[in-house]
């Protein structure tokens, strides 16, 4: 009678199937309303009349009837002695203690709702009667556990068991069950575990198993069901997901496993899931993603990653998901996005990376997002981003969307944007800008692309224009007559060095602002916080309004490990200047003294 309708949809459907009737306004015949009811068609609605037992005889045309929402205790068999044409029935939300005896009516209906009651168990013999139901609706009752002689062979299709006490299932407790049932929850109950193999099930299509108390979920816990489409587990407090735990389910498209405790993504869980489309991991404790994780699920297109614990963004972390459509990482401590970290999501459209503490990434790489050639909506709102380059956003020829609201933004190079042809919208409110010369293109541009109701931007230097929005500045005022924002004036220089040596490294800037200075090394994009650094700042010449500063890295006995790319960042209130790159080669006396003797012997030949 009814077909399967994808679970989002089913609750919508459910509550329209009694509401329809009434809407169509057609009246019923063969038989006179019952008195305090209200009928339409061949629907009966006696619901919330606060019956504790049904008054008067229901017409035989009767097919949709609703009785919910009163006191009823007991139902009279013969009170349903006549309705042969009774299909479908609402109980739910009365003080019944057990399923009840129909009478001979029972074999016809196919939806029964007996939510909100007193039901403790579920016996074989209640509900044999009712061979040809479909639809189950056991919901917040007070069900304990379910047996293996639960469930006598019904042609069920949809099982509501929501919001009881379940927290044991016997072996075999559905398989009487397992040849129409393709819609089963089980939410909000007492389960601990998920016995191997307890769903066999092999038409079941949608599983919710949220709000339970299972902590671990070991493998081949889901083997059985071969057609399940989706799988729900949010908010179970499971940390552990053994090797195999979803094998067997190779054609599930959607798993959800929000507000749980899990520390890391791997492909041994993952093992199994070929045909994945939807994966919900947000609100975990996922501080990890191993390099090989994705290997079993290269068809996933969404993944949600929010509110967890990561703060690195590797090379290997997304490798393998080239059909990946939209990616949320929000709400996270992102600060290290690898170079390359993005290479191979040629097909993403959507990348959210809100509410982390990204700055180097947008401010000193080279072309971060560039391997992304469909991204359409990009957002970056609520990090620590202060200055904007031209190569921030290269290669994004597609963003129709971007979102910086939220950063304390300072500079913003000319060209910044100027690949993203199509862009419609540009987010950005900041009061920290440095209004001199080099932002003189911004009000111009953002009037001609019709950005304006999109941004909130205001001065913080020079003083004279601080608090003032750029677009209510004269472009003859954006001058530069000073520049408080950090300039390298020496970089530091690639060198070689023998293994045990001591080698240093010299960066310099110059600041006409007198704001507080930090200082930073970085090798191979990580931060050096335990290395030995002298750092100095003088005037550089009497009277003069300008500071240098020079900070200067020690590095003792050198080894292998030492060899890598360094870099300074020197920051003020204005801004952070990052220094070239200066690679470091550790060589060995025994490595030094065989290239000598290889060299002189081609020298010579």
Known sequence: MCALLPPPLFSFFFSLLWALPIAAGRTGDGGACLSACTCAGDLLDCSALRWKRVRGEIPAWVAHLDLSRNKLQLIDAIVFAKLRHLNELKLNNNELDSVPDLGPCSSNITVLNLANNRISKVLLEQLQPFQSLEILDLSNNNVAELRATSFPALPLKFLFMNSNRISSLEPGCFSNLSATLQVLKLNRNRLSSIPAKIFQLPN??????????????????????????????????????????????????????EHNNLTEVSKGWLYGLLM???????????????????????????????????????????????????????????????????????????????????????????????????????????????????????????????????????????????????????????????????????????????????????????????????????????????????????QPETQSA????????????????????????????????????????????????????????????????????????????????????????????KRRTMHSVKYSHNHFR
């Open 276 to 490: 994945l489309q939807q994966l919900q991991l947000s609100h975990n404790a996922i501080a990890r993603i191993r390099p090989d994780a994705w290997e079993f699920c290269q068809k996933l297109s969404e993944l949600d990653l929010a509110s967890n614990h990561l703060t690195r963004l590797e090379e290997s972390s997304f490798s393998g998901l080239s059909v990946l459509d939209r990616l949320d990482i929000s709400d996270n401590r992102v600060s290290f996005i690898a170079d390359g970290a993005f290479r191979g999501l040629s097909h993403l459209q959507t990348l959210d990376l809100r509410n982390n503490d990204i700055s180097w990434t947008i401010e000193d790489m080279n072309g971060p997002f560039s391997a992304l050639d469909h991204l359409r909506q990009l957002f970056l709102q609520g990090n620590q981003i202060r200055s904007i380059t031209k190569k921030s956003f290269s290669g994004l020829d597609t963003l129709m969307h971007l979102d910086l609201s939220n950063n304390a933004i300072m500079s913003i190079q000319v060209n910044a944007f100027s690949q993203m042809k199509q862009l419609e919208e540009l987010h950005l409110n900041t009061s920290s800008l440095l209004c001199d010369c080099q932002l003189k293109w911004l009000p111009p541009w953002v009037a001609e692309r019709r950005f304006a109701p999109f941004i909130n931007a205001s001065c913080a230097h020079p003083q004279v224009l601080k608090g003032r929005s750029v677009f209510a500045v004269d472009l003859d005022d954006f001058v530069c007559d000073d520049f408080p924002k950090p300039q390298i004036t020496v």
């Open 498 to 589: 023998l293994r045990g040596s001591n080698v240093t490294f010299v960066c310099s800037a110059a600041s006409s602002s007198d704001s507080p200075m930090t200082f930073a090394w970085k090798k191979d994009n990580e931060g050096l916080s335990d290395a030995e650094v002298h750092n100095e700042a003088h005037l550089r010449a009497r009277g003069a309004d300008v500071t240098e500063y020079t900070t200067v890295l020690h590095l003792r006995q050198v080894d292998f490990a030492s060899e890598g790319k360094y870099q300074c960042v020197i920051s003020n209130h204005f801004g952070s200047s990052y220094s070239n790159k200066a690679k470091l080669t550790v060589n060995s006396k």
């Open 204 to 257: 079941l299509q949608h599983l919710e198993l949220n709000r339970n108390r299972v902590k671990r979920v070991d493998g081949l816990a889901f083997h059985g069901l071969h057609s399940l489409k989706s799988l729900k587990m949010q908010r179970n407090g499971i940390g552990k997901l053994m090797d195999g735990a979803f094998w067997g389910l190779s054609n599930m498209e959607t798993l959800q496993l």
